[in-house]
């Protein structure tokens, strides 16, 4: 029984030897894959220093450092005002007859506007010249007498009481005269007043009394009102800071001021300055000024608020820049500066004042001087740059740079 269980047991048991040339293969392989996992992570170690080493250029856009006119404004809150606003009542009491205005049309002085029922004032003016024509004969008569008076006092035949007497009359009916001739001027006054004319010219308003309506010489509210649009005012203020500035600016001629819509979006109007308020308002810390315009296009109204730009000088030959250029750093304002190699250089800058999103720069760049106007947070001095060649509305172009606007839009500030 034991010899046959023995041979049974060696005929099952597996063997797991490998020919030679299968472990020469799987060896090969292992040893290529070692060698290329190798040089792969030399390849990428390599790769990895040359792109750290290779400093990537910063995208930026850029703008032309200009030299030219630099305008100071300061820029304001006002008011359009009339220059004369009239509210045309009744001079007398009457029924209004006819009307000739339309609301809201121009009248020009002289026009007629309403006719008021002249009868009343006819009579009273006939009335008037028949009570000069009656005292007018009275004295007449009265000179007559005292000259025939006179005449017989000569000889002695007049005693001088009558003298004196006929003397009086004639004095009285003469003053009586002269009343009658004032009374004659008051009727014709009166009756002139039935015919209301435009005082001014100007745009008419709302018609507040129809045709038919009695109107009094103390109704409170009138028939209408015109307002003069040309000239036209505008009232505006400015910090009291500034008062010494105009002042000075006064003296070498009349300042021109510019009214634009409330958002500044729009011009309506230029002007001149032609008032500054005699006293500063100490609640609010500013000066009231008044312009004036021509408004011939009736571009402002009255009542109208709007935004002023007052010119207070232009400075001649200035070394101008977008404010975007100019930035803050711990040691003051700097900007970038893009040599012709497309390299960024740091640059300090003294800048005198920014307003309408321009910059004046007192020291620290020249005209032509290509600046980095965005794209500053991934500039490094000393680093490459690459100029991108679309531009931001605001900024100028290295390649076309917008000229200088003629009429300024903002206020002037200091950085």
């Avoid at 009579?123 to 007559?144: C, F, G, I, P």
């Amino acid at each position: 029984m034991s010899g046959p269980t023995k041979s049974f047991q060696a005929r099952s048991r597996p063997s797991f030897k490998l020919r030679p040339t299968r472990w020469r293969l799987l060896l090969a392989v292992v040893l290529l894959l070692a060698v290329g996992y190798g040089l792969w992570r030399q390849f990428a170690h390599h790769d990895a220093q040359r792109a750290a080493a290779a400093p990537v250029s910063a995208p930026v856009h850029v703008a032309l450092v200009e030299r030219r006119d630099f305008p100071v404004v300061l820029n304001g809150l006002g008011t359009v005002q009339a220059t004369n606003t009239v509210i045309v009542r009744s001079r007398v009491d009457g029924q209004i007859e006819k009307v000739t205005f339309e609301e809201g049309q121009m009248v020009h002085e002289g026009d007629v506007l309403v006719q008021i029922d002249a009868a009343p004032f006819e009579a009273a003016l006939a009335q008037a010249v028949a009570k000069h024509a009656q005292d007018e004969a009275s004295l007449n008569n009265a000179k007559q007498d005292l000259k025939r008076t006179s005449t017989l006092a000569a000889q002695g035949n007049a005693t001088q009481q009558l003298l004196d007497q006929r003397t009086a009359q004639v004095a009285s009916l003469t003053a009586q005269v002269q009343a009658d001739n004032a009374a004659i001027e008051s009727a014709q006054v009166q009756l002139s007043y039935t015919t209301i004319r435009a005082p001014l010219t100007g745009r008419a308003g709302f018609r507040l009394v129809d045709p038919g309506n009695i109107v009094h010489a103390s109704d409170p509210n009138g028939i209408l009102t015109i307002t003069q649009l040309s000239p036209i005012s505008v009232v505006f203020t400015e910090p009291e800071q500034e008062l010494f500035a105009i002042s000075e600016a006064l003296k070498s001629g009349p300042l021109k001021v510019y009214a634009r819509s409330s958002d500044g979006q729009r011009q309506l109007a230029e002007g001149e300055l032609k008032l500054i308020d005699n006293q500063v308002d100490v609640a609010t810390g500013t000066i009231r000024l008044k312009a004036s315009f021509d408004n011939r296009d009736n571009a402002l109204w009255p009542g109208l608020s709007v935004s002023t730009r007052l010119l207070v000088r232009t400075l001649r030959n200035a070394i101008v820049v977008p404010d975007t250029a100019v930035q803050r750093g711990p040691h003051g304002l700097f900007a970038y500066v893009v040599s012709p190699q497309s390299r960024a250089e740091m640059r300090e800058l003294k800048v005198g004042m920014m307003q309408d999103g321009e910059a004046l720069v007192d020291d620290g760049l020249s005209a032509g001087e290509r600046i980095v106007t965005s794209g500053h947070y991934r500039v490094q001095p000393g680093q490459p740059v690459e100029v991108m060649p679309d531009q931001p509305a605001s900024g100028r172009t290295a390649a076309a740079s917008t000229p200088a606007d003629q009429e300024p839009t903002a206020g002037a500030q200091r950085p």
